[in-house]
Nanobody, 132 residues
Framework: QVQLVESGGGLVQAGGSLQLSCAAS????????MAWFRQAPGKERERDVV??????????YYTNSAKDRFTISRDNAKSTFYLQMNSLTPEDTALYYC???????????????????????WGQGTQVTVSS
């Protein structure tokens, strides 16, 4: 059983920064594509991808809203990956989830399988609130 545990959320003023972390259990962390999703207030049924990273960290994908402000990275030796968020705006307020992409999508390009249905393990979520 894989467990993903997020940390690092909190309350920050607009323009500020936060770094989210996601620690994974299991010994094959480097084999998996990992991603950050977020669920905005009032959209309980929608988890939107923010950023995705390949198993070796060489390839990344960002949504337009995350490009140039967020950076996804990973440390396979620690079975942990991160989301550095800069220049935060109130529109970034959401519950942020980390997730592992399912094995069936292992060889798909990062952008080809970015919906929540392609991910089989999820963390419990960490709240990010950006005040104006």
């Amino acid at each position: 059983q894989v467990q993903l545990v997020e940390s690092g959320g909190g309350l920050v003023q607009a323009g500020g920064s936060l770094q989210l972390s996601c620690a994974a259990s299991g010994r094959t962390f480097s084999s998996y594509v990992m991603a950050w999703f977020r669920q905005a207030p009032g959209k309980e049924r929608e988890r939107d991808v923010v950023a995705i990273i390949s198993g070796n960290g060489a390839n990344t994908y960002y949504t337009n809203s995350a490009k140039d402000r967020f950076t996804i990275s990973r440390d396979n030796a620690k079975s942990t990956f991160y989301l550095q968020m800069n220049s935060l705006t109130p529109e970034d307020t959401a519950l942020y989830y980390c997730a592992r992409r399912a094995t069936a999508w292992a060889h798909s390009p990062l952008s080809a399988a970015k919906g929540s249905g392609a991910f089989d393990y999820w963390g419990q979520g960490t709240q990010v609130t950006v005040s104006s």
